[in-house]
């Protein structure tokens, strides 16, 4: 005969002995308190007497005692025992006492100080995009196409028999054969070298970015992002306490001549150099040997973020940063994200030898090791080629998607709304004609005014230097259709009168 659950909750209460006011009266202060604070829903069944004299090692008859006064006090109804509850409609004074407690908190100052940095760090995700819209989302895969059936059974698979040391402890660095498996195929794709003992798995990208920027930079330390650039790494790298200095990026990349001259110091330089967020422009071979040479002059660390290399639709393969690196200066981080879906929440870097100790001696001091319940499942994934398939299906199909943005709003807008096609990625920016009479921050916010997420460009860049706008547009979790569809309802909202 299956066990009975009950809907009554865990009370947490102590009784003192030696106290002054009886058990009784304990009893029935503790839980009125608790209805008082809100831990005690209305509604919320209580213990049966018995079992609550059980677990307080106290006579029913206190806990009967101390339930007819909540009762008689209109704290709690129904018969006494297991029925018991908390009143869904509570006497009026407990009414007015809540109002008035709401009510000074919301006037009280806190107790405490609240750091600079908290209230810096809110300005860098107003141009991040929201998640209350899919249409024109830059970097949201499309979670349609993705192979949850197969997911599920390689899950239930492994966690149906698990090893039992994985339910207890966990490596720092991540789930060792997912580190073998994600280290092969960065060799085998992106020209990668290096060892599974270089590979530590996150919680996501942003955590590797964190980790980096807490390993390497020091409050004050120089360091170089992309102008424009992704303001998540700048944030990660500002809460670091770095002084940042935005670096131009032209048709070649980031500007290595600009960053010698106004920081050649500078401990860490940070790029994305095969699709450049948000321009997608491609880091040419001779920037990258020249950002290379720098480093290894200045002994400084390369943050290489490769976000969504695996979408390349035309041109030669491009290698990445890191497999020209002779001299250990490239820190490698990727993501899973934007290729399987967002909620997996785990990505990865490759660190230099040096820098395996550092990051994982942080990493224990903060966060302990990740977390394994989906690793085992990606290991599998990944080693049973459904990763490489998955990833082959998505880049013909996101393909086709990028053709058809540009050819909705070469079509639909008439030359007010264009966008150039690009060899690679998961967005586009569309620039804006004059004839519109619109700065890209006005036409995003009308964009949100119909429900769409289309990013301002200018957003995206930091202090000082020319700014170049347009609309940064994300195609790939939209299929044809949708495509089509809210490119009208894009220009629609640009054209509307205010």
Known sequence: MPARTTRSPLLSITLDRHGAASLQEQLYDRIREAILNGRLKPGSRLPASRVLASELGVSRNTILGGFERLHSEGYIEGHMGAATQVSMVLPEDLLSARNRAAVHSHDTIPAGKISNLSERMGGFASHRADNSGRAFRPSLPDLREFPFQLWSRTIAKFWRNPPPDLLTSGDYAGYPPLRRSIAGYLGAVRGLNCTPEQI????????ALDLIARTVVDPGNDVWVENPGYDGLSSTLVAAGATLHHIPVDEQGLSVKYGCKVAPDAVLAAVTPSHQYPLGITMSLARRLELLDWATRQRAWILEDDYDSEFRYGGKPLSALQGLDKTAQVIYVGTFSKVLFPAL???????????IE????????????????????LHSFID???????????????????????EALQNSSHGLLSAQPSEAGMHLIASLAPELGLSDVEASIRAARVGLVAQPLSGFYGAGGVKTEGLVLGYAGLNEREIEQNVKLLLTAMLAKN
């Open 200 to 207: 530590i798995i996150t919680s996501g990208a942003q955590q």
């Open 345 to 355: 929440r785990l990505g990865y870097m490759v660190v230099p030898d040096a820098l």
């Open 384 to 406: 049973g080629g459904q990763f490489a398939a998955h990833i082959r299906r998505l880049r013909g199909l996101y393909a086709r998607r990028q053709s058809v943005l540009v």
């Open 358 to 377: 550092p990051v994982l001696r942080l990493r224990r001091a903060i966060d302990d090791y990740p977390a394994l319940a989906l690793q085992p499942a």
